[in-house]
Structure formats: structure tokens, C-alpha cells
């Protein structure tokens, strides 16, 4: 159960698009299409923004997207926007019923 | 609406044991798997444990197993994590979270946390 692997910072300016990745093993991330992203705001609680790798819950804009390659997740902020501004951490199914997170990114709007 | 309310957090010594209590409401309880997540000061997320949505099905993060047990009522709609031998290293903000599965994959709705503290 190793944490996943995420960049310590992202950024990008507004209107722009800008790509976290979530690099894993075969054990977790390459195994199973079960990858997910949080969204967290200081102080608050995380908000689920990506789950089963691509799919977005109700309610999330459809500028945040996500995809697989391999044993890496990647997420997608399209026309980035000042709320965007937040710590990301990426999740996945690690057998066992069990689940890793990464070490969150923390994503700058410029 | 959904909503997550956990309690049982409080300060204790290394070596001692807590009951964290997580309170379920505007769902159907039993329909969802169920997690702990817990999030040290200024750190990440860390998941804890987790638990199918009949009990039959529980996870634990190496950090923690043979440590902690979590288990559920669903006739109470409440979820529950038993910590015995705490350490420094768990003193984190304790999370419960919703998975929107029957079993433990991904945490659509978290409550606001419980603070567990130890230290000597």
C-alpha cells in the first residue's frame, strides 16, 4: 500500500487548461478502473470530482475531466477559473478491499 | 441530504483507545459501503478502513490493521471505528465518507471530521 505519486504543485492562468497526473502500479491504478479525484478547499471537506476514472458525479462541471494510461490517472481542468484554486488528490482501488490516495497537488490559478 | 456526522474524537496518551461514532442521515445506510479517511495537520488524505455495505467486507490500510476495527450498524444508520493501541501517527482529522457502491472504491459525500489527538 504505497501512497500514488502526484505532483507537489500545478499551475496555470485563467481560461487555460492544466493536467495532475497519479502515477501508481499494476497493483492499483493499472489494475483496476477504479481511480478517483477530490477536490479540497482549505478548511473544508474533500469533494469528489472524478470517480471510475472518467466519470463525473452530478453537479461537477464537465471542464474537469479524467483518463487512464498504463499504471498513470490523469486529471484535467479545462478554462481554469479562480475557484479552481485547491489542493487535488487522486484515489485508487488497491485489491483487497482496500484504497490508496496520492499525496495531493496543489493547483495555483496565476 | 446527506449528511455525515462523526464524534468521538478527543486527546488522549499513546497506547490508549477511542471509539470514533459516525452518524448517517437522508439515505438509505445500508445500500452504501462505507470509509474512514483520515487527514494529519497540513498533510494528505489517508484512508483508513473500509467496510461493504452489509459489514461482510472490511479493509484496513497496513498503518493501522490489527490496530483499528471499524464495523456498522445499519439498523442505527451509524458507522464506527475502534482504535486500540493509538500512536503519535494517527493523531489526524477523521473523516467518515460515503461510497457511492455498495462496497469501497471512491467517497462521494465526507462529513467535517473528528480531531483525534495523542501525545504523551
Known amino acids: 500500500q504505497s501512497a500514488l505519486t502526484q505532483p507537489p504543485s500545478a499551475s496555470g492562468s485563467p481560461g487555460q487548461s492544466v493536467t495532475i497526473s497519479c502515477t501508481g502500479t499494476?497493483?492499483?491504478?493499472?489494475?483496476?478502473?477504479?481511480v478517483s479525484w477530490y477536490q479540497q478547499h482549505p478548511g473544508k471537506a474533500p469533494k469528489l470530482m472524478i470517480y471510475?476514472?472518467?466519470k463525473r458525479p452530478s453537479g461537477v462541471p464537465d471542464r474537469f475531466s479524467g483518463s487512464k494510461s498504463g499504471n498513470t490517472a490523469s486529471l484535467t481542468v479545462s478554462g481554469l477559473q479562480a475557484e479552481d484554486e485547491a489542493d487535488y488528490y487522486c484515489?485508487?482501488?488497491?485489491?483487497?478491499?482496500?484504497?490508496?490516495f496520492g499525496g495531493g497537488t496543489k493547483l495555483t490559478v496565476l | 441530504e446527506v449528511q455525515l456526522v462523526e464524534s468521538g474524537g478527543g486527546v488522549l496518551r499513546p497506547g490508549g483507545s477511542l471509539r470514533l461514532s459516525c452518524a448517517a442521515s437522508?439515505?438509505?445506510?445500508?445500500?452504501?459501503?462505507m470509509s474512514w479517511v483520515r487527514q494529519a495537520p497540513g498533510k494528505g488524505l489517508e484512508w483508513v478502513s473500509g467496510?461493504?455495505?452489509?459489514?461482510?467486507?472490511?479493509g484496513y490500510a497496513d498503518s493501522v490493521k490489527g490496530r483499528f476495527t471499524i464495523s456498522r450498524d445499519n439498523a442505527k444508520n451509524s458507522l464506527y471505528l475502534q482504535m486500540n493501541s493509538l500512536r503519535a501517527e494517527d493523531t489526524a482529522l477523521y473523516h467518515c465518507?460515503?461510497?457511492?457502491?455498495?462496497?469501497?472504491?471512491?467517497?462521494?459525500?465526507w462529513g467535517q471530521g473528528t480531531l483525534v489527538t495523542v501525545s504523551s
Open positions: 465518507a460515503r461510497d457511492p457502491t455498495s462496497s469501497i472504491t471512491s467517497f462521494d459525500y
Open positions: 437522508g439515505f438509505t445506510f445500508d445500500d452504501y459501503g
Open positions: 467496510i461493504n455495505w452489509n459489514g461482510g467486507s472490511t
Open positions: 499494476s497493483s492499483d491504478v493499472g489494475g483496476y478502473n477504479y
Open positions: 471510475d476514472v472518467s
Open positions: 484515489s485508487s482501488y488497491a485489491g483487497s478491499n482496500s484504497v490508496v
